[in-house]
T-cell receptor, first 111, second 113 residues
């Protein structure tokens, strides 16, 4: 199984950028990197995904290392509403077997 | 908005009971999934389905079965509930298998006593 490794928790201050790291040293060439987040008392929601190039959307940016063995989710200006568990997931085999969520990173935002 | 609705938010059942957890999606998605979430273990995939009457085992199918008689509905069945099945159960649906469009329900917290 292609695995990801994330810190259990991170803390940041409101209105500051947040960089959430993810290691995936066993990634293969066709595995997409997905990020989901789970707000309190809700199911996970999609944040962003990428393959090789850095990606931006309205929620976040995804920076992917050149060797693809790691990636970083960037929240440019964190708000209290960004406090959540963030999951870094590899879409192995095109997702044919469902996404495998790990334990994620619990992001705490201090006012 | 895509909606995935789980029939109960909280459920308490007795050991040995047969339990049905229902999930309905309203966006004509082909794929549906059942996960359970436990503290310290993250989300684990129980079963999923690509189409009506199709089902595939996930990582932890033991003690569970599923039913998909209609495209919009995916049921998780605990044939004989046990205390170790006390958990948060999350249903998801997706149109694609690429992983970028999973939509989750709010979850059912099941307690087996």
């Amino acid at each position: 199984d292609a695995k990801t490794t994330q810190p259990n928790s991170m803390e940041s201050n409101e209105e500051e950028p947040v960089h959430l790291p993810c290691n995936h040293s066993t990634i293969s060439g066709t595995d997409y990197i997905h990020w989901y987040r789970q707000l309190p008392s809700q199911g996970p929601e999609y944040v962003i995904h990428g393959l090789t190039s850095n990606v931006n959307n309205r929620m976040a940016s995804l920076a992917i290392a050149e060797d693809r063995k790691s990636s970083t989710l960037i929240l440019h200006r964190a708000t209290l509403r960004d406090a959540a568990v963030y999951y870094c997931i590899l879409n192995v085999g095109g997702g044919a077997d469902g996404l495998t969520f790990g334990k994620g990173t619990h992001l705490i935002i201090q006012p | 908005d895509v909606k995935v609705t789980q029939s109960s938010r909280y459920l308490v059942k007795r050991t040995g009971e047969k339990v049905f957890l229902e999930c309905v999606q309203d966006m004509d998605h082909e794929n549906m999934f059942w996960y359970r979430q436990d503290p310290g273990l993250g989300l684990r995939l129980i079963y999923f389905s690509y189409d009506v009457k199709m089902k595939e085992k996930g990582d932890i199918p033991e003690g569970y079965s599923v039913s998909r008689e209609k495209k919009e509905r995916f049921s998780l069945i605990l044939e004989s509930a046990s205390t170790n099945q006390t958990s948060m159960y999350l249903c998801a649906s997706s149109l694609l298998l690429t992983g970028k469009d999973y939509t989750f329900g709010s979850g059912t917290r099941l307690t087996v006593v």
